[in-house]
């Protein structure tokens, strides 16, 4: 709970805020960033997503300024937006990460030349993109996804901790979507319509 000489403060920071003031930006971002970045880190468990997320909040408190209406606290109008966007994310991966296992394990049989063809085409650029990453998320990545072994495992040969792991493989996994962008469409759509 905010005293009232905090509800006071912000309630200020926020009526200049909506007269375009960045010099009250400036403060409420000094005030909120470091701390909303360790809420944030209690839901996700990476540290560079976390900074992106309330970035974002605070890029979108500054476009959303003259519309702003916030009945409660800023301070729990931010934590709330924090915990919204971090849940947001992690569905998000667990939908993309779902996608991913079911697109690969789906060519395990194939119907048709075109099916190979396709399939091929795809592994080829996979092979590639594996390829260009770094080598710390490479060895992660085909640990975990060719040899089919645990974080926990991953972690003992490389002696690294799991997050550690769990933090490379992420990196590898969003660099391979965007390597493999087009393709994914394109099989993502043979997917719901074959």
């Known amino acids: ?37 360790l809420f944030a880190g209690t839901i996700v468990q990476d540290k560079t997503i ?6 974002n909040i605070f890029l979108k408190l500054w476009n959303d300024r003259n ?4 009945e409660t606290s800023l301070k729990s109008y931010l934590l709330r937006s924090v915990r919204n966007s971090c849940l947001d994310h992690l569905r998000h991966k667990k ?3 779902s996608y991913a296992t079911k697109l690969f394990s789906s060519f395990n049989d194939f119907d048709s030349a075109e099916d190979y ?19 710390k998320q490479r060895e992660a990545f085909t640990m975990s ?11 003992e040969k490389l002696n690294i ?8 493989i992420s990196k590898a996994l969003a660099q391979l979507r ?7 469409i394109i099989l993502f759509l043979l997917l719901l319509y074959f």
């Open 50 to 55: 976390c900074e992106d997320i309330v970035q």
């Open 95 to 97: 939908i993309v990460d």
């Open 161 to 168: 901790s799991e997050r550690a792991v769990e933090d490379r």
């Open 145 to 155: 996804r060719y040899k089919e072994m645990k974080y926990k495992e991953i972690a």
């Open 117 to 135: 063809v396709l399939y091929s085409d795809l592994h080829q650029h996979l092979v590639e993109a594996i390829s260009k990453l770094p080598e």
């Open 1 to 37: 709970m905010l005293n009232k000489n905090t509800y006071q403060l912000e309630s200020q920071l926020l009526a200049r805020l909506k007269k375009d003031c960045h010099q009250s930006y400036s403060i409420l971002f000094s005030a909120y960033y470091k701390n909303l970045v």
């Open 178 to 184: 965007i390597s493999l962008k087009d393709f994914l």
């Open 67 to 70: 519309e702003l209406n916030i």
